[in-house]
């Protein structure tokens, strides 16, 4: 069974563009969830896709947004880019029926650097 | 909401020594996970273990879910298994809170 696929996996951007993200999930898994990672911040959640509707959205701005897909796949976009948007984005999917026993699985994930 | 503290931050090992991680969140939870993150960044599932012990390999984990905490025992360390360990909980039907994570090197 293929794993979780993420692209690109480098990214370089200046301050006020904007980047999209991509996530295949592992087949059969209706969830995906991105999270960013920082040395200073580490591990935090972005936003939850379950069949194609967002269902839980963490603490960051409205310039982050995401979608999913009718086959899972997911993408998420930061409009106007910081400097501190550079960070490393992870994707993971999971089956996303029971959140007591769902088990998360990451992608290789995404390195944002923005200059 | 919920907190999760792991210790130690950081730890470095002897090839073949052993190492106990901890992990104390700060509610009630339904799910807990153990991840590996390896130096290129990826983060691998160890482990599902709300409650209970369970084993695979040199690694093995227990969770006291009355008490709070959970333990990841590595047995004779090998230099792969450096990397950062992550514990992430989640009280209820919420995305997981991931800890800081602990920092561990084997040297050779």
């Known amino acids: 069974k293929a794993g979780v696929t993420q692209t690109p996996r480098y990214l370089i951007k200046t301050r006020g563009q904007q980047v999209t993200l991509s996530c295949s999930p592992i087949?059969?898994?209706?969830?995906v969830s991105w999270y960013q990672q920082t040395p200073g911040q580490g591990l935090q959640f972005l936003f939850e896709?379950?069949?194609?509707?967002?269902?839980n959205k963490g603490n960051f701005p409205g310039r982050f947004s995401g979608r999913q897909f009718s086959n899972s796949r997911s993408e998420m976009n930061v409009s106007t880019l910081e400097l501190g948007d550079s960070a490393l984005y992870l994707c993971?999917?999971?089956?996303?029926?029971?959140?007591?026993?769902?088990?998360?699985?990451f992608g290789p994930g995404t390195r944002l650097t923005v200059l | 909401g919920i907190q999760v503290e792991q210790s130690p931050p950081d730890l470095i090992l002897q090839e073949g020594a052993n190492s106990t991680l901890r992990c104390n969140f700060s509610?009630?939870?339904?799910?807990l996970q153990w991840f590996h993150q390896n130096p290129w960044g990826q983060l691998i599932n160890l482990f599902y273990?709300?409650?209970g012990t369970k084993q695979n390999g040199r690694l093995s984990a227990t969770t006291v879910a009355t008490e709070r905490y959970s333990l990841l025992y590595i047995s004779s360390s090998q230099t792969t298994d450096s990397g950062v360990y992550f514990c992430?909980?989640?009280?209820?039907?919420?995305?997981?809170?991931f800890g800081k994570g602990t920092r561990l090197s084997v040297i050779a």
């Open positions: 896709y379950f069949s194609e509707t967002q269902r």
């Open positions: 273990i709300p409650s």
């Open positions: 087949s059969g898994h209706r969830s």
């Open positions: 993971a999917s999971s089956l996303g029926l029971d959140r007591s026993t769902d088990t998360q699985y």
């Open positions: 992430a909980v989640s009280p209820g039907n919420t995305p997981l809170v």
């Open positions: 509610d009630s939870v339904n799910n």
